[in-house]
């Protein structure tokens, strides 16, 4: 970028985010900002200013470069995408869960090769369709299908009766609210959650060793024996399992409404993929490429000052990585705009994020994915849309792009 063309950007009036809501079509100011203003100062829903980084090589710079702290962005004062609803000290517990024997056991729980795993989310996919089917369509297959299938993996993973599903997930539409300020019952939702786990934690410690299930009951034996994690309250404990089903739910079920959504309004794609059941990691994969699910960028606080293109970013600013423009950057993928399920390409997408901060459930999510569009497509194989595609509604307000119901006809 010339210094002509700086000193305009710095004369227009910022660009405000996050963009459009929908999660159907991409926000027509992505291919603007990739060519004329890679990384552009905009206004965050909290009026603070924030650098959007929108290209493929620049993403990534931002999230393999340790100066770029996700961390940070939590601390007082720093400026904001919006406003917390995680309570500060949460924060700081979650960084005092740093022995060996838990890190371990969160990845082992998050192994989606553990032993019956898969078995156990093939049949609650069945059952959530013959449900679907008996009841007869329309259905709303968010509701009918995504949500509690994402929240049966994670139920599972976790060691928490599935019969809880649906109050676990009420939580999540507060939690996961973006508003201009804190509200005050963000934090009593989330304690409300904590005490939950925590009841649940006591639970798996009165049972028996051998009867212990998930991520709680690994948590049980870790109070029991391992003296690295003595300082760990129940709480802290629970915080973890709080943050493992809130971030993994909301994520996968909204990835799993976005991904069919695309293949209903490519009826094609829903055939090949019956016919080929063997290409479902490779479709997963590229349908996390096209996914539009996370709609306010990946965040980082910038800990030096640090030139990203033409742009030094200054210590203690605000950077955001555009998911959008970086997966659909021509430079890194041929023919972007294709939804192509047989793509080969030498660049990785980053739907996952990158660096330190690469999402630690990635396989889980992956396999949650492709049991769930396995199932779908075999067991509806005329699976559609059952509204035209400009009625469905979008929600506000969320950190998913997620419309509020996918109803669909079989």
Request: charged share 25%.
């Amino acid at each position: 970028m010339s210094t002509e063309q700086l000193e305009s950007a710095e004369q227009q009036p910022l660009l405000d985010f996050p963009l459009s809501r929908r999660g159907d079509v991409l926000p027509q100011e992505c291919g603007w900002l990739r060519e004329k203003a890679p990384v552009a100062k905009v206004r965050t829903l909290t009026g603070d200013t924030a650098w959007l980084v929108s290209s493929y090589a620049l993403a990534k710079q931002v999230l393999e470069d340790e100066r770029f702290s996700l961390k940070d962005t939590a601390n007082a004062g720093a400026p904001r995408q919006y406003a917390l609803t995680i309570p500060p000290e949460v924060v700081n517990n979650m960084g005092n869960i740093n022995s060996a024997g838990l890190r371990g056991a969160v990845m082992k729980a998050l192994n989606p090769r553990q032993q019956g795993l898969r078995e156990v989310l093939h049949a609650t996919a069945g059952e959530l369709i013959d449900t679907m089917v008996a009841e007869g369509g329309p259905a709303d297959l968010r509701a009918g299908f995504a949500d509690p299938f994402s929240a049966a993996l994670h139920c599972q993973v976790l060691g928490v009766p599935f019969d809880d599903w649906r109050r676990l997930m009420s939580g999540l539409d507060v939690a996961f609210m973006t508003a201009r300020e804190p509200f005050p019952d963000s934090a009593l939702n989330w304690y409300k959650d904590v005490g939950y786990f925590a009841e649940q934690l006591a639970g798996q410690l009165a049972r028996p060793a051998e009867e212990r299930t998930g991520l709680l009951g690994r948590f049980a034996g870790l109070k029991e024996a391992d003296p690295e994690s003595a300082h760990l309250t129940d709480e802290m404990f629970a915080t973890v399992a709080v943050s493992l089903f809130g971030a993994g739910a909301v994520s996968t079920s909204a990835f799993l409404v976005l991904a069919v959504l695309a293949l209903l309004q490519r009826p094609e794609l829903i055939g090949y993929l019956r016919d080929r059941p063997e290409r479902m990691p490779k479709a997963v994969d590229e349908l996390l490429r096209w996914n539009l699910s996370v709609g306010d960028g990946l965040p980082r606080i910038a800990l030096a000052d640090v030139r990203l293109g033409d742009v030094l970013v200054r210590e203690g600013e605000l950077v955001l990585v555009l998911l959008e423009g970086a997966n659909f950057d021509p430079e890194a993928f041929d023919r972007p705009e294709v939804l192509d399920l047989e793509r080969e390409s030498p660049n990785a997408h980053l739907a996952f994020g990158g660096g330190r901060h690469f999402c630690p459930a990635s396989a889980l999510g992956r396999a949650h994915a492709e049991i769930a569009l396995e199932v779908l497509v075999d067991r509806l194989p005329q699976l559609r849309l059952a509204v035209p595609a400009e009625n469905l509604v979008w929600r506000t307000g969320f950190i998913k792009r997620l419309p509020e119901r996918l109803p669909v006809a079989w």
